[in-house]
C-alpha cells in the first residue's frame, strides 16, 4: 500500500531532509510541504494524505492546534515529530489526537515505519522515552475524581488492552502478552476508543495512566 505523506515543518532544511528520505522510500508519496500548521491543514483538506508529518513548534498555528484540527475532522492521521523526549508540548498534541511521536534523531527506516504503523492505524511512541514520559505525565497530573465515560463499560479483555497501551505495548506485543492474534488485538483496542470516546491508542495509553490501570 502506498501511503500518501504531508510534511509539515518550519524550517527548511529539515523539511528538505525528510522529503528526500520519504520520497526515496517504496511506499510512500510525498504530495504536499508546509512551513506552518495553518497551511499544513488547507493542504491537508485539499490533497487528503493518508499521514501528516508534523512538528510541533511553529510559527501561527503551531502542530498542536493543527492536529486537533486534522484528526478532529477525520482528515488524516497526525505523526508528530518533535526535538525533546521530555515536552509538554508532545503531551498536548497527543491530547488532540496524533497517532504518535518521534524523536527527530529517529533512523530512517524507523520512520518509514513508523509512518506505514499510524497509516494503518496503530500509534507509534518512541521506544526509549515511553514508559519514562508516561510516568512523568501520570505523576504531573492529578488523578480525575470522575472516571471517563466508558471506563466502566470495558470487557476484562478490553480493559487488560487498555493497560498495555498504557504501557506503549504494540500489537504484537500485546498479542504475546495476552495470547491472542494480532486481529483481535486491533479489534479490541478499536472497541476501547469507541467506548472511551477516544481519538487514538496514544490517548488511551495516556488514559490508563492517569488512572493507575498499568502495574
Known amino acids: 500500500m502506498t ?29 504536499g510541504e508546509a512551513a506552518d500548521g495553518a497551511t499544513a491543514v488547507r493542504m491537508a483538506r485539499t490533497l487528503r494524505p493518508d499521514v501528516v508529518l508534523m512538528d510541533v513548534r511553529m510559527p501561527g498555528t503551531d502542530g498542536i492546534e493543527a492536529t486537533r484540527q486534522l484528526v478532529g475532522d477525520g482528515v488524516c492521521e497526525v505523526l508528530v515529530l518533535t526535538t525533546f523526549d521530555l515536552d509538554d508540548y508532545v503531551y498536548a498534541a497527543m491530547r488532540a489526537g496524533a497517532g504518535g511521536f518521534l524523536l527527530k534523531s529517529v533512523e530512517a527506516p524507523r520512520l518509514v515505519e513508523a509512518i506505514h504503523q499510524v497509516a494503518a492505524g496503530e500509534g507509534v ?9 508516561m510516568t512523568a505525565f501520570a505523576a504531573s497530573s492529578p488523578v480525575p475524581v470522575t472516571p471517563p465515560r466508558g471506563l466502566a463499560e470495558l470487557t476484562e479483555r478490553e480493559s487488560e488492552v487498555l493497560a498495555c497501551l498504557g504501557e506503549g505495548l504494540s500489537n504484537a506485543q500485546i498479542a504475546r502478552r495476552l495470547f491472542i492474534g494480532e486481529t483481535t488485538v486491533k479489534t479490541h483496542v478499536s472497541r476501547v476508543l469507541t467506548k472511551l470516546d477516544l481519538r ?14 498499568v502495574p
Open 3 to 31: 501511503v500518501k505523506v504531508l510534511v509539515a515543518d518550519d524550517h527548511g532544511a529539515i523539511r528538505a531532509g525528510l522529503v528526500l528520505i520519504l520520497r526515496a522510500s517504496p511506499g510512500i508519496e510525498v504530495v
Open 125 to 133: 511512541l518512541e521506544p526509549k522515552i515511553t514508559r519514562r514520559m
Open 200 to 213: 487514538s491508542r496514544v490517548q488511551a495509553a495516556i488514559l490508563a495512566q492517569e488512572h493507575g490501570l
